[in-house]
């Protein structure tokens, strides 16, 4: 028998099957088929049974992200902010230069008449002189301005107007708390005003009529005349031109 053959007989070739009490012939061929795919069947559900087990094991041991905060106390305190005021001018406005001096608790009054210490009084006229509350009350062989170490009425008009001007009580008398604000660089310059009378007015008229700004003689009082003199100088000399003669004005007049 030839291969052809052969397989013919194998495609036709029957089986008996016995379910229950009857008999049945079943085609070899579609038994064989039908084994081949219940095999495959079968396989199939065992391969995705496995794969899903698989994948679920993977899931539960796989870790789970997890961020940690770390907090790190800091001790730095924020920085501060200080606001720096300003500053406002005004005309011919000149910080006096002076070294403010300790004052000991025993310090006597400096007043006139009074046993005054020598060295504090020269201290105290040469401070009224730098704000020009006062002139110099003496001068050298060569014309140069001193103070002196007596404290008269000069000195206590000066004194009581440079009180009036720092708003201090006006005595006329240096006590430590005139003392104090005197020698301190606080202290308020002196500005003359019309109306004002004093010692540094009539300095300040006699050189307005040495130069020609001002007829007449000195008298000591700022009148009307001397206020318009006083603006004639400033005017000729590139100043604030409001007839009142600050610490600018003062220097250009008296030379110190």
Same mark, same amino acid.
């Given at each position: 028998?030839?291969?052809?053959?052969?397989?013919?007989?194998?495609?036709?070739?029957?089986?008996?099957?016995?379910?229950?009490?009857?008999?049945?012939?079943?085609?070899?061929?579609?038994?064989?088929?039908?084994?081949?795919?219940?095999?495959?069947?079968?396989?199939?559900?065992?391969?995705?049974?496995?794969?899903?087990?698989?994948?679920?094991?993977?899931?539960?041991?796989?870790?789970?992200?997890?961020?940690?905060?770390?907090?790190?106390?800091?001790?730095?305190?924020?920085?501060?902010?200080?606001?720096?005021?300003?500053?406002?001018?005004?005309?011919?406005?000149?910080?006096?230069?002076?070294?403010?001096?300790?004052?000991?608790?025993?310090?006597?009054?400096?007043?006139?008449?009074?046993?005054?210490?020598?060295?504090?009084?020269?201290?105290?006229?040469?401070?009224?002189?730098?704000?020009?509350?006062?002139?110099?009350?003496?001068?050298?062989?060569?014309? +140069? %301005?001193?103070? =002196?170490?007596?404290? $008269?009425?000069?000195?206590?008009? #000066? /004194?009581?107007? @440079? &009180?009036?001007? !720092?708003?201090?009580?006006?005595?006329?008398?240096?006590?430590?708390?005139?003392?104090?604000?005197?020698?301190?660089?606080?202290?308020?310059?002196?500005?003359?005003?019309?109306?004002?009378?004093?010692?540094?007015?009539?300095?300040?008229?006699?050189?307005?009529?040495?130069?020609?700004?001002? +007829? %007449?003689?000195? =008298?000591?009082?700022? $009148?009307?005349?001397?206020?318009? #003199? /006083?603006?004639? @100088? &400033?005017?000729? !000399?590139?100043?604030?031109?409001?007839?009142?003669?600050?610490?600018?004005?003062?220097?250009?007049?008296?030379?110190?």
């Amino acid at each position: 028998m030839n291969a052809d053959t052969q397989n013919t007989s194998l495609m036709d070739k029957y089986i008996k099957i016995r379910l229950g009490g009857s008999a049945y012939r079943v085609r070899l061929m579609t038994l064989l088929l039908f084994a081949a795919a219940a095999i495959i069947l079968i396989a199939a559900i065992l391969i995705l049974a496995f794969s899903g087990s698989c994948s679920h094991k993977e899931a539960e041991a796989a870790p789970s992200p997890s961020v940690n905060v770390t907090f790190v106390p800091t001790d730095t305190p924020a920085a501060e902010v200080t606001a720096t005021p300003e500053a406002s001018a005004t005309p011919e406005a000149v910080e006096p230069t002076a070294t403010p001096e300790a004052v000991s608790s025993d310090f006597k009054t400096i007043e006139v008449g009074g046993t005054n210490d020598a060295e504090t009084v020269k201290k105290i006229q040469q401070r009224l002189v730098d704000l020009h509350y006062m002139p110099y009350p003496e001068t050298d062989s060569t014309g +140069k %301005g001193t103070v =002196t170490s007596l404290y $008269g009425s000069m000195c206590a008009k #000066a /004194v009581t107007k @440079f &009180q009036e001007r !720092n708003g201090l009580k006006e005595t006329g008398k240096c006590d430590q708390e005139t003392y104090n604000k005197l020698m301190s660089d606080k202290a308020t310059a002196y500005s003359m005003k019309e109306k004002d009378k004093l010692d540094i007015v009539k300095a300040v008229q006699e050189v307005l009529i040495k130069k020609g700004y001002l +007829k %007449g003689s000195a =008298t000591g009082y700022c $009148g009307t005349d001397t206020v318009a #003199a /006083v603006k004639s @100088f &400033q005017k000729a !000399n590139n100043l604030t031109v409001d007839g009142v003669a600050g610490t600018k004005t003062l220097q250009l007049l008296l030379g110190y």
